[in-house]
Each structure stands twice: as structure tokens, then as C-alpha cells.
Nanobody, 115 residues
Framework: QVQLVESGGGLVLPGGSLRLSCAASGSIFSINTMGWYRQAPGKQRELVAAISSVGSTNYADSVKGRFTISRERAKNTVYLQMNSLKPEDTAVYYC?????????WGQGTQVTVSS
């Protein structure tokens, strides 16, 4: 049974930074592409960044150049470094494999960017 637990969210000022962590119950990163997703109120959940089993990365145009996804396989953890945060980045952030599995969604972690 796979469990994914997100952490690291919080309230930050525009231009600030946060690092999100996704801890997995098992070593799924060696097989699957992992992704960070986000969902703002009234909007669809969207893929923000992804990292493959061999380390290839992809980013949504809206975060490219500001966010960096990485992994630490030995700790079964995926990170999302978020810099130069904007109010439009405000959302609940989730991790999952890509393509996502419905039963893998965790509770997410809230990121709020506001003055």
C-alpha cells in the first residue's frame, strides 16, 4: 500500500521561497515518474512539475525558471523548491505518480502567497 505525505507549505510574501517535501511509504521513485500537482479554489488540478525515474524533468510554463523538482531516492522523498513566488501560485499542492492514480492522493499542503 502506497502512502504519500506532503509537507512544507505555509504563508509567504510575494517573491519569497518555500521547499515542499513528498515522503513515500515505499521505493516507488525507481519505477515511476513523480509529479507535483496543485489545485486552486474553483480551478482544475494541474501538473506543475515532473521527474522521471532517470531524472528527466518537465515544468508547466507558468513555473518554469522559478520552481525546481528533485528527488532523494534513498529517502523516498521528492522535493519542490519554489522561488520568486507569486500570488497566483496560491493553491493546495499534492504529489503523485504521473500519470496519477486516484487512490494515491494525499491531503496535500497549502501554499499561500499574499501581502
Amino acid at each position: 500500500q502506497v502512502q504519500l505525505v506532503e509537507s512544507g507549505g505555509g504563508l509567504v510574501l510575494p517573491g519569497g521561497s518555500l521547499r515542499l517535501s513528498c515522503a513515500a511509504s515505499g521505493s516507488i521513485f525507481s519505477i515511476n515518474t513523480m509529479g507535483w500537482y496543485r489545485q486552486a479554489p474553483g480551478k482544475q488540478r494541474e501538473l506543475v512539475a515532473a521527474i522521471s525515474s532517470v531524472g528527466s524533468t518537465n515544468y508547466a510554463d507558468s513555473v518554469k525558471g522559478r520552481f525546481t523538482i528533485s528527488r532523494e531516492r534513498a529517502k523516498n522523498t521528492v522535493y519542490l523548491q519554489m522561488n520568486s513566488l507569486k500570488p497566483e501560485d496560491t493553491a493546495v499542492y499534492y504529489c503523485n505518480i504521473y500519470p496519477y492514480r486516484r487512490d494515491y492522493w494525499g491531503q496535500g499542503t497549502q501554499v499561500t502567497v499574499s501581502s
